[in-house]
C-alpha cells in the first residue's frame, strides 16, 4: 500500500505526467530540446481510431492517445504489449492460452477490440505480440467503439498501425540490441524513391524486417519471431493513390511456460521462489504462429471538399499449440501435471471497406460527414484434442517427457468444427460545429452478422452438426466538445456497443451463441483535454461509467471455456499528463483506476449455483500507473529513470485467490554518438521483483526478473 500511495503521490507532484499513449506536440513551445523530446500526450494529431473524420484527440469527444514512433523507441518497447503497457489502464500479458491478453476499463479479452491497421479480426487468439520494429504507432480509444469498428469492443478498442512507404526519398533505420537470457534483436527498414531522378518519383517503396531471438526466463523456453513488412506507395493520378502493403510474421516458442502452481492453502498467490524458473511442460512443447496480411489502400480525392478511401484485405493465420497446461502440488510436495492439449487453428478473413469523407455546410453550420460500407468474411477451423492424463514428477529432479508419449492425444490433429461469419455493415458520422466553441458529434453503425458452425464430432444436444445464427446490431455514438479557451476543452459523451454473446465467434460453440441474444454496453463519459504553463504540459482527464449486460466469462478455472454473466458496471478515472519541468528535465506520467463488478452473475460450482454478485472480474487490477522522468544532460547524453504500479488481481470467479500488487523500476542511458548513431544501455525490473503478470485458477504467470540491454540504432 505504501508503494503505490507513493508512486500515486509522485505522479501527482508531476502534475500527471505521462506516458498513456500519445506523442506529444505542444505548440505554443518554447523550451529547448522539447520540439525533439517523445511525449504521451498529443492533442493536436489527427487519430485515426477515434474517429473516421480526421479529427485530433482535443476534437473528440472520447478518452483517445497515441504512442508514435517517437514515443516507441523512447521507451524501448520490445513488441506491441510493451508498447500498451504504457498506456493509461492498460494491462497486458501474453501467456499462450490467453493469446494477447488485455485489461482495460474493467474488460479483457474480446471486450477490448485489437485492431490491426483498423480492421478487426475479432478473436483475442490472433492478437499476439508482434514485434515494435514495424510497428509505425499505437492508438487506443476507451469504451464502447461498435459504432466504428463492428461488434465488440465494449472496454476499448486499440490500433496497431504498421508502417508504410512514404514520400521521403530515401530512409535507412536499424538497429542491433542484446540483453539477458541471450534476448537479441536484428532489424533494418528503408524507404525509397523508384526513380531514376527522385525529384519526379511517382512510386516509392518501403521494407522493413525484424528478428528476435531468446532463451527465456524460464528454463527450457526459447522463442523466435520474424517479420517482415514490404509496401508500394504509387501516386497514380494527382487526385489517386495506391497502397500495396504485405506482411508476414512467424512467432514460434519452445515449451511454452504456462505459469508457476502457487503454494497452497494461501488466500494470497504465492510461488516457491527457489522453483520460480521451472517449466512443467513437456520437452517438446510448442506454440507457433504464421500470420500473413495483404492490403490495398485507394484513396481519390473528388474535390477540396470530398474524397473516398478504399481498403481491401486478406488475412491468413494458422497456430498451433501442443502442451501439457496445468501444473499443482501434491499434499506431499510433488508436482502433478495435467490437462494435455492440442489444437490448430486455421484462420481467413476477406473484407473490403469503402468510406466517403465530405465536408460541408449544413443548415449554415460548418459539417463534417463520413459515410460507408463494410464487408468482412471470415473462415476458421478448429482441431482441439485435450485428454484426462495426469502424472506426478518430483519438482527438483523429473523428465519432462515427450507429448507424443501421452495417451489420448497422440493420435494427430483432428478437425472438429468449422466456422463461417460473414459481416455486412453500413455507417455514418457526422461532425457538426454548433457554436464557434461548441461541437456535436453523432455516429451510428448497422451490422449483420450471420454465422454458420459445421461441427465434425460426436453430435449432442449441445453440439448439433451445423447450427446458424443471425444478428443485426445497432450501436451509435453522441458527444460534444466544448473548447473553453484555445488550449483547453471539455467534451461529454453517450456510447453503445453490441458484443457477441461470446466474445468472439471465431471459435463459439453452440452452447455460448445458440441460445443467446446479444450481449449489449453502454458508457457515459466526460473529461477534460488542456495545455498549461504556456505550452510546457499537457494533460487529459476521464471519468466514466460502462455498463454491459448478458455477456460471456472466462472460466477461471478452465481457460478453453466461458460461462455466461448477466450484468458488470465498470466505473473509473483516467488521468496523464507530461510537464517540461526544467529544459532538461522531462516528467510524463498516467494514472488509472476502476471499480468494476458483477451485478448479476450465477456460476455453477459442483452442480450448485453460487451467486457473484459483488466479486471483481478475473485479473482486472483497480489501479495502475506509470511515470518517467528523463534527464538531458548534454544534447549527446540522456538517461532516465521508470516506474510502474499494477495493483492486486483475482485469479478467480469467487476473488477467493489473489495475486499481489506490484511495482517495477526500471532505468536507462542514451548516448548519441552523431546524428545517425545512438547507443542505448536500459536495465528492466530494476529492483529484480517477482510478480504475477497473470493469475488464473492455480498458476500464477511470472513476469520477467532484472533484465539488462544495450541496443545500437542508426538512422541515415
Not at 508498447?83 to 474493467?106: Q, W
Request: aromatic content about 10%; hydrophobic content about 35%.
Amino acid at each position: 500500500m505504501l508503494r503505490k500511495t507513493s508512486l500515486v503521490l509522485l505522479m501527482g507532484t508531476c502534475t500527471f505526467a505521462w506516458a498513456d499513449n500519445a506523442a506529444v506536440e505542444l505548440s505554443a513551445t518554447t523550451i529547448d530540446g522539447e520540439r525533439d523530446a517523445p511525449s504521451g500526450v498529443q492533442l493536436d494529431e489527427p487519430i485515426r481510431t477515434g474517429s473516421r473524420l480526421g479529427l485530433t484527440a482535443r476534437e473528440t469527444p472520447a478518452s483517445v492517445s497515441v504512442s508514435d514512433r517517437r514515443v516507441i523507441e523512447a521507451r524501448g518497447a520490445k513488441d506491441s504489449q510493451d508498447v500498451i503497457n504504457a498506456m493509461t489502464g492498460v494491462n497486458a500479458s501474453a501467456n499462450p492460452g490467453y493469446g494477447g491478453f488485455v485489461s482495460y476499463r474493467g474488460f479483457t479479452q474480446n471486450q477490448v477490440s485489437q485492431l490491426y491497421n483498423g480492421i478487426n479480426l475479432g478473436y483475442s487468439s490472433a492478437t499476439r505480440p508482434v514485434d515494435a520494429w514495424v510497428l509505425d504507432r499505437v492508438e487506443l480509444l476507451g469504451g464502447p467503439s461498435s459504432f466504428l469498428h463492428g461488434a465488440g469492443a465494449v472496454g476499448g478498442s486499440i490500433n496497431y498501425i504498421t508502417k508504410t512507404a512514404t514520400r521521403d526519398q530515401q530512409t535507412l533505420d536499424g538497429r542491433v540490441r542484446y540483453g539477458s537470457y541471450d534476448d537479441s534483436e536484428v532489424a533494418f527498414g528503408i524507404n525509397q524513391a523508384l526513380a531514376s531522378n527522385p525529384a519526379d518519383a511517382r512510386h516509392f517503396m518501403r521494407l522493413d524486417f525484424s528478428h528476435t531471438d531468446g532463451n527465456g526466463y524460464i528454463d527450457r523456453n526459447q522463442r523466435k519471431t520474424d517479420s517482415l513488412a514490404f509496401s508500394l506507395l504509387s501516386d497514380l493520378t494527382p487526385n489517386l493513390t495506391h497502397t500495396l502493403a504485405l506482411e508476414y510474421q512467424e512467432d514460434r516458442e519452445d515449451s511454452p511456460y504456462w505459469g508457476a502452481p502457487i503454494l497452497p492453502g494461501r488466500s494470497t498467490m504465492k510461488i516457491d521462489n527457489s522453483r520460480c524458473f521451472e517449466n512443467y511442460n513437456v520437452a517438446d512443447g510448442r506454440y507457433e504462429q504464421r500470420v500473413r496480411w495483404l492490403r490495398s489502400l485507394l484513396d481519390y480525392q473528388l474535390s477540396d471538399s470530398t474524397s473516398v478511401h478504399n481498403t481491401l484485405y486478406h488475412y491468413s493465420a494458422q497456430r498451433d499449440y501442443r502442451n501439457v497446461e496445468r501444473y499443482s502440488y501434491t499434499s506431499d510436495g510433488n508436482m502433478q501435471r495435467a490437462s494435455p492439449y492440442l489444437q490448430r487453428h486455421e484462420q481467413s478473413v476477406l473484407g473490403d471497406r469503402i468510406e466517403l469523407r465530405h465536408d460541408h455546410q449544413l443548415f449554415g453550420l460548418a459539417s463534417q460527414w463520413s459515410l460507408g460500407l463494410d464487408y468482412s468474411h471470415m473462415r476458421q477451423s478448429v482441431y482441439p484434442t485435450s485428454g484426462s492424463w495426469t502424472d506426478v514428477v518430483d519438482p527438483d529432479h523429473f523428465d519432462p517427457g515427450s507429448f507424443y508419449d501421452i495417451p489420448g492425444v497422440n493420435a494427430g490433429l483432428t478437425k472438429q468444427r468449422r466456422h463461417v461469419t460473414s459481416n455486412r455493415a453500413v455507417f455514418a458520422e457526422n461532425r457538426l460545429q454548433l457554436t464557434e466553441r461548441l461541437a456535436l458529434l453523432t455516429a451510428l453503425r448497422y451490422d449483420y452478422l450471420d454465422m454458420e458452425v459445421t461441427h465434425y464430432g460426436a453430435v449432442t444436444p449441445t453440439s448439433p452438426a451445423y447450427f446458424e445464427r443471425r444478428w443485426e446490431p445497432l450501436s451509435g455514438r453522441v458527444g460534444l466538445t466544448f473548447e473553453l479557451t484555445p488550449s483547453a476543452s471539455l467534451y461529454a459523451q453517450y456510447s453503445t456497443a453490441a458484443d457477441l454473446p461470446a466474445g468472439s465467434l471465431a471459435a463459439a460453440t453452440y452452447a455460448n451463441v445458440g441460445t443467446f441474444d446479444l450481449s449489449k454496453g453502454e458508457q457515459w463519459e466526460v473529461g477534460s483535454k488542456f495545455d498549461f504553463l504556456e505550452g510546457r504540459g499537457a494533460a487529459t482527464v476521464a471519468l466514466y461509467q460502462i455498463v454491459r449486460k448478458d455477456f460471456a466469462v472466462r472460466d477461471s478455472s478452465n481457460p478453453n471455456l466461458t460461462v455466461q454473466a448477466g450484468q458488470q458496471t465498470s466505473r473509473g478515472v483516467e488521468l496523464s499528463g507530461r510537464l517540461q519541468v526544467t529544459p532538461k528535465l522531462l516528467a510524463e506520467g498516467n494514472y488509472a483506476y476502476v471499480d468494476a463488478q458483477y451485478d448479476a452473475f450465477n456460476e455453477a460450482v459442483n452442480g450448485v449455483s453460487v451467486s457473484r454478485k459483488g466479486n471483481a472480474p478475473v485479473n482486472v487490477p483497480a489501479n495502475v500507473a506509470n511515470l518517467w522522468l528523463t534527464y538531458s544532460f548534454t544534447s549527446a547524453w540522456s538517461a532516465g529513470v521508470d516506474a510502474r504500479y499494477v495493483g492486486s488481481v483475482y485469479a478467480d470467479n469467487a476473488n477467493t485467490l489473489k495475486a499481489p500488487a506490484y511495482t517495477l523500476f526500471g532505468t536507462f542511458a542514451r548516448y548519441r554518438l552523431d546524428e545517425h548513431t545512438t547507443i542505448t544501455g536500459r536495465v528492466r525490473n530494476l529492483t529484480d521483483e517477482v510478480y504475477a503478470k497473470q493469475a488464473y485458477g492455480l498458476q500464477y504467470y511470472m513476469g520477467a526478473p532484472r533484465t539488462f540491454e544495450v541496443a545500437l540504432d542508426l538512422r541515415f
